[in-house]
């Protein structure tokens, strides 16, 4: 089971939404992920595998994470899946 984390930067209204996407996701496809919610404050001691985020967020913690992922429309599935399954494939 791999661990994750959806933040944004303060962990309001939109990584909440993107949580709810992103478990939908996860659930529907059976994928091998558990995530939790919080702010970018939370990447300090966070030892997960991935950080699920809006896209601008994602190019400035890239060096600070194992793997981040950049979502450009946090209400869009497919787009989520497709970044997901790369996560997986890179994982292989």
Do not use: W
Request: charged residues 25%; negative net charge.
């Amino acid at each position: 089971m791999y661990k994750g984390l959806v933040a944004c930067r303060a962990g309001m209204g939109s990584s909440m939404l993107l949580k709810i996407k992103v478990d939908q996701v996860i659930s529907e496809q059976k994928m091998d992920l558990q995530v939790e919610h919080g702010n970018l404050d939370s990447l300090v001691g966070f030892n997960g595998d991935v950080v699920i985020t809006m896209e601008d967020v994602a190019h400035e913690i890239a060096n600070q994470v194992p793997y981040a992922i950049g979502i450009r429309n946090i209400m869009d599935k497919e787009e989520i899946k497709a970044k997901l399954d790369e996560f997986f494939n890179s994982k292989k």
